[in-house]
């Protein structure tokens, strides 16, 4: 029997309760699909704070490095916000991503034909959105150095750094034309080269595998206006390319067009070893504990993980029909309600989950 090795990351706030409904469903997709799925879970973020005192302890890494694939929840608790940044969740993840080396972000954003009402933009705006975003994520900004804080008598000034060599563009690039040839073979790669030297390097890379691959269509475009054209014409992109810090703004952008940040899933891969897949949503610590998480994200990105992590393609659709079936049948959280659905709880949602396979 085919044995996959899962280390599932619950993490903080709502973490837990969306990682329960993701394990039954992948349980129960591994029985009707004739393979075996093997957990292990382990502690990052505030959780891991509060019982080692680190945010990423090693055991986690460690397992981490042995798996097949990582199915994590969500990181950060207003309780450890306002540590120093070593003793941050978030440095848990900054540090289990270049730990892994998962210099590629993927994050689509399709329109779920259900939801359209549910976004804030016109229908007619939103209704063709079927983008991508390829995010690079160990370097950039995020881990440019130098780095710092200077403290002198009169003043106090602190600093980043966004650098990125021609190895790393040229790293994230290849994933970007590597998935349009499968899409639409459109990339917009965003910068802003109008302004930064980092961009303009970015840049000659991009064009320079542009020139190399002619059945992709390529074209640049400045973050700003990006950000712009983003609400404006969302359908205009298929494959999004871009460095770390544009691209954790942009794909939080991205990820309303749908309606709810609740709905999107997102991969984190490197060029061999394991996978993070990951919901793009926070851990939302308000509705912690109180069975109104919106368990779909986590869903979804159990589906990449079944798809890109461990080529169980069969299990990964399975999965995305049944999502799909859910919302059909008009079954939402309470952060897609309105007037005709019907509320449930985020177990309910996973109960209904369950029968819809
Ligand atoms: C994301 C998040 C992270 C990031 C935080 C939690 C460090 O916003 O995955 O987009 O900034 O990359
Ligand atoms: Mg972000």
Redesign the pocket.
Known sequence: MREHKIVLLPGDGIGPEITYVAKELLVKLSQVNGFQLIFEEHIIGGAAIDETGSPLPINTLEACKNSDAILMAAI?SPKHDNLPREKRP?TG??ALREGLNLFANIRPVKIWKSLIESSTLKEEVVKDVDLIVVRELTSGIYFGKPKGRIETDKSTRAFNTMSYSDQEIDQIAKVAFELAKNRKKKICSIDKANVLDVSQLWRERVDLMARKNKDIIVSHMYVDNAAMQLVRNPSQFDVILTGNLFG?IL?DEAAMLTGSIGMLPSASLSTQGPGLFEP?HGSAPDIAGLDKANPMAMVLSAAMMLRIGLKETKAADQLEEAVNKVLNAGLRTADLMSKPFTELGCRDIGKELLKAI
């Open positions: 950060g978030e993840l900054l954790d794909s793009v």
